[in-house]
């Protein structure tokens, strides 16, 4: 049987320590598609140097920017990457075989992913159970409309893939602090109705509890210091996420006043 081509999409902002990496992985994908929110670092620079297809688009938000690139493929078979993330062998090996003889069961498939911070592999600490829906019929599949953490919803049942993606999600600590104040504020808009008044409950005890999550029930612990870190860091996400959306209220009140 034929090998079925596939499409792959990526989309980018500033990704110039990330992007080229990915892209010299990408050589065996019949068409990627690289869709940019007017970088303005290296990130186009570097992207012009590989035979793949270039957009610049303006960004309003993850899901969006990612269901227009899903219309704009050429091909029935999708691969979704961001460009933190790295293919290995493995799951390579595992797609290009899946595409000789693909399954019409699945409309998408679930792919894990390992994480690394800080240039260690991070085991525990609520990202044992990492994963994406990654490989995906466009027809089938689309996203749902998230700031924050959004999700493949399809028309049919999606399977898994035995081998994962490498994810390193965090360069450094400030990009890490910085990802978590940028989804603070995005998600502040997701939980805007559902949350109409925020408490002590939401500012302190939703933080501690998010700790305790990651560090003790998630056993971030046994990821050591670095393990004791991201359990902070979420933590203050999640108080950022209410202050947000406390300011947001304060507005929307103030507002109506007028």
């Known amino acids: 049987m034929t090998k079925l081509p596939l499409s792959a999409i990526i989309t980018t ?15 065996w994908v019949d068409e990627v598609l690289v869709v940019d929110s007017f970088s303005s670092d290296k990130t186009v620079e570097l992207i012009e140097a590989f035979d793949v297809t270039l957009v610049q688009r303006k960004y309003t938000g993850p899901a969006e920017q990612k269901n227009w690139a899903l219309q704009q493929v050429k091909h029935p078979w999708v691969l979704i990457l961001d460009a933190d993330e790295r293919i290995t062998t493995e799951l390579k090996t595992e797609i290009q075989t899946f595409l000789q003889n693909p399954s019409t069961e699945y409309a998408g498939y679930w792919i894990r992913r390992n994480n690394f911070f800080m240039g260690k592999r991070i085991r525990y600490s609520g990202m044992q159970g990492d994963k994406v ?44 602090l910085a990802k978590m104040e940028r989804y603070a504020f995005w ?72």
């Not at 902002?13 to 050589?27: G, R």
């Not at 990654?134 to 996203?143: D, I």
């Not at 050591?224 to 929307?252: D, K, P, T």
């Open 13 to 27: 902002f500033n990704e110039e320590e990330h992007i080229e990496a990915l892209l010299q992985q990408l050589d």
């Open 133 to 176: 829906i990654r490989l995906v019929q466009p027809s089938l599949c689309a996203y749902n409309n998230k700031q924050v953490h959004e999700e493949i919803e399809s028309i049919g049942k999606i399977g898994f893939l035995d081998h994962p993606l490498e994810h390193y999600t965090y360069k450094n600590l400030r990009h890490f």
């Open 187 to 258: 998600s502040a808009q997701d939980y805007a109705h559902k949350t109409p008044k925020i408490t002590l409950y939401h500012l302190c005890l939703k933080p501690f509890f998010r700790f305790c999550t990651h560090f003790v029930v998630k056993r971030g612990f046994l990821d050591g210091r670095i393990g004791f870190m991201i359990s902070c860091i979420m933590a203050w996400g999640v108080f950022l996420r209410y202050a947000a959306l406390q300011e947001h209220h304060r507005n929307e009140a103030l507002n109506n006043q007028k």
